[in-house]
């Protein structure tokens, strides 16, 4: 039971709560700030462990044994210390090695929990994408778990590819930001349909699993509505999906076709944009995108049927269960197996959570 609060407490001046709020943000801000510190700083320490194995085994000429014999020592020296299992030392070598110069690891990586390396580590071969992958899960906050979901569907090589005609239909540097929002293709494999299914069964299973739509979308879409009502002259239309864009400030209207792209279908979508535009769309929002999902579609088709069209369209294919390419199935492990072969760690404390992105 909690005990009464004095008397001389029951009320505080004025001003009182404002004050006390301005002191949890401070202190949580703190908080974050050290744990942050300290993150950077064993991460810095697992790459200078790692660079004096490769040094000595490199000069030296010490063979792996040695890696063996110090996990051994430096675990009976640090008893309450995890990290230090063979297989996290052979990890921090591989680090090292990933990672030759040392600001790249203050300035980039180091900002990112041990566990997250282990996943940029392990999961992809080049330092180029360890760094794109990277610099995002900063930016954007993302988990260790959604870290590894982004690398295994290649989100980062899926940006910007869809056919769109936003150079000469939107005002840079708006063109180049709405350009790079959208994917080619996008992944719908967790909605759990065949492609026998017709464009009513996706639409309605992408909203029953909005959460992962919107991941799969990526950060910055708002979900608006299904089956968007518009009255013209009397007639009813009804858009598919209707999306708003938070940094483009825009609404985002997604038309799904089940079957190959053809050209007549922008003209049902540029209705659409007009409408909203018109209907829907403040004076302080830019205009209205236009993507169109189909399941398939010939490149220079869609080109050529954007050329035009003087409303900002693209045009992305999208993915079901069954119909993944190869490319975009990996056989690389997971972070489950990733943490199983450290063994009983993987060093260094938790991440703070975080929004999911």
């Known amino acids: 039971m909690t005990a009464p609060r004095p008397p001389s407490l ?38 200078q462990i790692g660079r004096d194995i490769l040094d000595r085994q490199s000069q030296q000429g010490w063979g792996a044994k040695v890696v063996e014999r110090l996990a051994h020592d430096l675990r009976n020296a ?30 980039l990586v180091g900002h990112l929990p041990w566990g997250h390396n282990l996943v940029l580590l392990s999961q992809l071969k080049s330092a180029p994408q360890r760094m794109r992958y990277a610099q995002r899960a900063i930016e954007q ?7 590894n979901i982004h690398i295994e569907t290649r989100l980062l090589e899926r940006e910007g590819q869809a056919v769109t005609n936003f150079e000469h239909r939107l005002p840079a540097p708006g063109s180049d930001l709405a350009h790079q929002v959208l994917k080619d293709p996008y992944l719908f494999d967790f909605i759990g349909v065949g492609q026998e299914a ?18 799969e979308l990526g950060a910055g879409f708002a979900f608006v509505g299904r089956q968007v009502l518009l009255d013209v002259g009397g007639d009813e239309f009804f858009i598919d999906l209707l999306f708003y864009h938070l940094k483009l400030r825009c609404y985002v209207v997604i038309e799904l076709k089940a079957g190959k792209f ?20 403040t004076e302080h929002d830019r205009p209205t995108i236009g993507l169109l999902l189909c399941k398939s579609k010939n490149e220079v088709v869609a080109e050529y049927a954007l050329v035009d069209k003087t409303q900002p369209m693209g045009i992305a294919e999208f993915k079901l269960l069954q119909a993944l390419p ?32």
């Open 10 to 47: 029951t009320a505080p001046p004025a001003g009182y709560a404002d004050w006390l709020a301005e002191l949890k943000t401070r202190i949580h801000g703190a908080q974050q700030r050290a744990a942050l510190a300290v993150n950077r700083e064993l991460v810095l320490l697992y790459w």
């Open 78 to 107: 640090f008893p309450d210390m995890k990290g230090f299992s063979r297989a996290n030392l052979m990890y921090m070598r591989a680090f090292a090695e990933a990672w030759p110069d040392e600001a790249i690891v203050q300035q």
């Open 141 to 147: 906050a993302w988990s260790r778990n959604m870290l």
């Open 198 to 215: 017709d464009e009513r069964a996706i639409e309605a299973a992408l909203v029953q699993h909005i959460s992962r739509f919107l991941l």
């Open 262 to 281: 053809k050209p007549e279908h922008l003209g049902q979508l540029g209705f659409y944009l007009t409408a909203v535009d018109r209907q829907i769309k």
């Open 326 to 357: 190869a490319e975009l199935q990996t056989s690389l492990p997971s972070i489950e197996q990733i943490e199983k072969a450290l063994g009983e760690d993987i060093g260094g404390p938790p991440g703070p959570a975080v929004p999911q992105a």
